[in-house]
């Protein structure tokens, strides 16, 4: 079979057409399919012509005193016509379930470092409340992240409010102080806050990441002191790992509640001292973009569980 293409083929008639046409095939009267859909009568007979004119088909016989009766044609036509408009308040009925009640995909980003700590329990915790949902989650840095919002490929991202554009909608959720990564034999590990001056030094592991980069480099500089820096990665684990293993000291923001790195060697969180701005934790959203129900119940689901003194997966700081 041979389907017409869909930049060729367009459709000449419209379901009002076909609605009116119904109702004068079911009531087989002009003057009582006006009444049924409060229309005049003139726009019956015109709805009428107007699909023999484009089907070229006779759909009804007229008659000056009996009113109208469908010919063979129209009977058919009469079936197939009623098909048409219960597919089309199907539609309606898939655009108010889609627009109501939180179904079918979404797709949202979540920033690389605390992907692995805040999302499997948010996600988790939304799909029980919410098991028609089909919850798709990209990993990336902050400016990968607002590249898929801005070619609309995510719906939302759970990220940090770095570098947000004017076209970019951003929703304040936690704040997340910065905070020294050190070994736990380092000398300095049992103290409960250090100044960058205290470690200038030594060798700074530096998570590798766009605007990540950029916001801990920015904390030196008004420090007005130059970082030694020993290692570098834009994984968050292996910078961990580094630290751990004792090649120098790091900075984060997202603190895993379990304090050992993945090579199983244990990490010490130590207060940053000194009037810093935090990271912001929140919602990023394409600006004048219309959410389907399905992301504005997750929005709803972060905002019932994530602030500043809740993150799950992380630990606080009075830990």
């Not at 041979?2 to 009267?29: H, K, N, W």
């Not at 709805?47 to 759909?59: N, P, V, W």
């Not at 205290?198 to 592991?205: H, N």
């Amino acid at each position: 079979m041979i389907t017409p293409d869909a930049q060729t083929f367009s459709l000449r008639f419209t379901l009002r057409q076909l609605q009116y046409f119904v109702a004068a095939g079911e009531t087989g009267s002009i003057t009582l399919a006006s009444e049924r859909v409060n229309i005049s009568q003139p726009s019956i007979s015109a709805a009428i012509s107007q699909l023999e004119t484009e089907f070229g088909l006779q759909l009804f016989v007229r008659h000056h005193a009996q009113g109208l009766s469908l010919t063979p044609a129209g009977e058919r036509f009469l079936q197939a016509a009623k098909s048409v408009l219960q597919h089309a308040m199907e539609l309606h009925g898939v655009a108010d379930e889609v627009a109501t009640v939180p179904t079918g995909p979404l797709h949202i980003g979540s920033f690389r470092t605390f992907s692995p700590l805040l999302i499997p329990e948010l996600c988790k915790r939304f799909l029980d409340q919410y098991p028609g949902v089909n919850l798709r989650v990209t990993e990336g840095n902050e400016a990968e992240l607002l590249a898929l919002l801005r070619r609309a490929e995510i719906s939302l991202a759970v990220t940090y409010g770095l570098n947000v554009t004017n076209e970019v909608d951003f929703e304040p959720l936690a704040e997340l102080p910065t905070y020294i990564l050190l070994a736990t034999d380092h000398p300095l590990a049992e103290r409960s806050s250090l100044a960058l001056a205290e470690l200038a030094a030594e060798p700074y592991i530096l998570l590798d990441l766009p605007l990540s980069r950029e916001y801990f480099m920015s904390l030196f500089l008004r420090e007005g002191i130059t970082p030694n820096i020993g290692a570098r990665s834009e994984y968050p684990e292996t910078v961990r790992s580094y630290v751990a293993s004792g090649f120098g000291y790091s900075l984060m923001t997202s603190r895993p509640l379990n304090k050992a790195a993945v090579n199983g060697k244990p990490l010490a969180y130590i207060r940053l001292q000194g009037e810093y701005r935090p990271m912001i934790l929140g919602i990023a959203s394409l600006k004048g973009l219309r959410k389907p129900r399905a992301a504005e119940a997750f929005e709803e689901h972060c905002r019932a569980l994530i602030s500043t003194d809740n993150l799950p997966g992380m630990a606080p700081w009075d830990d």
